[in-house]
């Protein structure tokens, strides 16, 4: 079965998305303007790129730099599914100006082989295809491109970015228990605390143990929670904590509480 399926983010500017199954299908040389990051979820592609015919495995991050010619064709007789992210480089360029570092927008490597990688880069994908919070996004997007930019990239000194005041940390803090029920932004949380969202991701995990997206449904469960022991029901739960549909509420609630909402309210 050959499928495939490409979609921007509404959220978040300056990425394009492709989630596709391939078993026969190869591709023709061509080239990206953007960077390309992908992930390989089965099965393995073939790459031919920089001279080189390259096998890209199973559970392996594969990233083809801007302009760079290459093919992609099935490196196993059972083809391969996969994730690409297609970033915009002035859209990472923006992204990473506050961290007053020089970025250039390649990645050393061709094949990455770093499951925290992967696994982020799969989360990321996934949370933009699925219904997810705006901050959830944000961060997640943030860290992820951090990781990539520093351990295979041109962003070497990025311990620069990791202070921030205690008192703004508690701030962000104090803001998302008070705005909930709200979609928060990081721009939001920036702007209340006159620092970095690379600063303020940081400072928060180091201050509280979680990211501010991870605290922010953190809360929202636990009023969710509270709501349904007192007899609301899934669907009014659900639109009173701002989870966009029963499926992101039962999703979360399942993975916090390990059964879904309408066993708990039974």
Request: charged share 20%; proline share 3%; hydrophobic share 40%.
């Amino acid at each position: 079965m050959e499928k495939s399926k490409i979609w921007k983010d509404k959220s978040v500017e300056g990425v394009e998305l492709l989630s596709a199954q391939y078993t026969k299908f190869e591709f023709a040389k061509h080239w990206h303007d953007e960077l390309a990051i992908g992930v390989i979820e089965e099965g393995a592609e073939g790459i031919l790129y920089g001279g080189q015919k390259l096998i890209v495995p199973k559970h392996h991050v594969v990233a083809i730099n801007p302009s760079e010619v290459h093919t992609g064709f099935p490196g196993v007789p059972s083809g391969w599914r996969y994730r690409m992210f297609y970033f915009d480089l002035a859209f990472l360029q923006r992204l990473f100006d506050n961290m007053s570092v020089y970025l250039a927008p390649v990645v050393n490597r061709t094949i990455i082989d770093d499951n925290r990688l992967f696994l982020g880069l799969l989360q990321l994908h996934q949370a933009m295809e699925q219904a997810s919070f705006t901050l959830t996004k944000e961060s997640l997007l943030l860290m992820t491109l951090e990781k990539v930019f520093t351990q295979y990239g041109s962003v070497t000194n990025p311990e620069n970015t990791a202070f921030i005041d205690t008192h703004s940390v508690f701030r962000a803090r104090d803001y998302l228990f008070d705005n909930w029920q709200e979609n928060i932004s990081l721009n939001d949380l920036e702007c209340l605390t006159d620092s970095t969202r690379f600063q303020l991701i940081k400072g928060f995990n180091s201050a509280f143990g979680l990211t501010p997206h991870q605290f922010l449904l953190q809360i929202k469960i636990q009023k969710a929670k509270l709501l349904l022991a007192k007899g609301m029901t899934c669907v009014d739960t659900a639109l009173t904590c701002g989870f966009y549909d029963q499926s992101h509420f039962s999703r979360n609630f399942k993975r916090a509480y390990g059964v879904s909402p309408s066993n708990y309210r039974c």
